[in-house]
């Protein structure tokens, strides 16, 4: 059964930083483009980034661009999101997923002073 | 990159079939068979149930199918049940290497 578990959301202060992690298992994570998506309270779903199965190719939705870089760690079954320059505006539910296969639970990033 | 344009709302009655619409550009549904389709119920995370336009998942309902025409992707859910009622989002593939969803339908099912 495939799972996807993120972690890592919290309360921070706009300007500051958070890594979100995803923990994944029952399927071949380093043969998989995986995503973080994001869904601000009471919106739609909206795309963040993405990542090749083996890392070497990013890329970013341009509200994120330059201040939030995803990862992934293939022997640890694991991808990531570097959130730098937070704003008031990237409050949301943070979903990893993968296209053909699902989503995880989430992990709530409020960012608020 | 524009959201792609679905229905804010559908409804049918149960045992009645829905089609819920997703309309792009020749630059995303229309360009390529990368589109998805995503059932989300209040408070939940969403749930994969159709991908690659056609393609449902190990678990999802025979009663959800999905196709493609030019532009427009759809997804039909026939013989409604209670449970479907829920928020569905359509999302694509674009040239621009990146995903875009759509705004999200809201079905009620009477």
């Known amino acids: 059964e495939v799972q996807l578990v993120e972690s890592g959301g919290g309360l921070v202060q706009p300007g500051g930083s958070l890594r979100l992690s995803c923990a994944a298992s029952g399927f071949t994570f380093s043969s998989s483009w995986m995503h973080w998506v994001r869904q601000a309270p009471g919106k739609g779903l909206v795309w963040v980034s993405r990542?090749?199965?083996?890392?070497?190719?990013?890329f970013y939705a341009d509200s994120v661009k330059g201040r939030f870089t995803i990862s992934r760690d293939n022997a640890k079954n694991t991808l990531y999101l570097q959130m730098n320059s937070l704003r008031v505006e990237d409050t949301a539910v943070y979903y990893c997923?993968?296209?053909?296969?699902?989503w995880g639970q989430g992990t709530l990033v409020t960012v608020s002073s | 990159q524009s959201a792609l344009t679905q229905p804010a709302s559908v409804s049918g009655s149960p045992g009645q079939s829905i089609t819920i619409s997703c309309t792009g550009t020749s630059s995303d549904v229309g360009g390529y068979n990368y589109v998805s389709w995503h059932q989300q119920h209040p408070g939940k995370a969403p749930k994969l149930m159709i991908y690659?336009?056609?393609n449902r998942p190990s678990g999802v309902s025979n009663r959800f199918s999905g196709s493609k025409s030019g532009n427009t992707a759809s997804l039909t859910i026939s013989g409604l049940q209670a449970e479907d009622e829920a928020d569905y989002y359509c999302?694509?593939?674009?040239?621009?290497?990146?995903?875009?969803f759509g705004g999200g339908t809201k079905l009620t099912v009477l």
């Open positions: 997923t993968s296209p053909i296969l699902g």
């Open positions: 990542i090749s199965s083996d890392g070497s190719i990013t």
């Open positions: 999302n694509s593939y674009t040239s621009t290497n990146a995903w875009v």
């Open positions: 690659g336009v056609t």
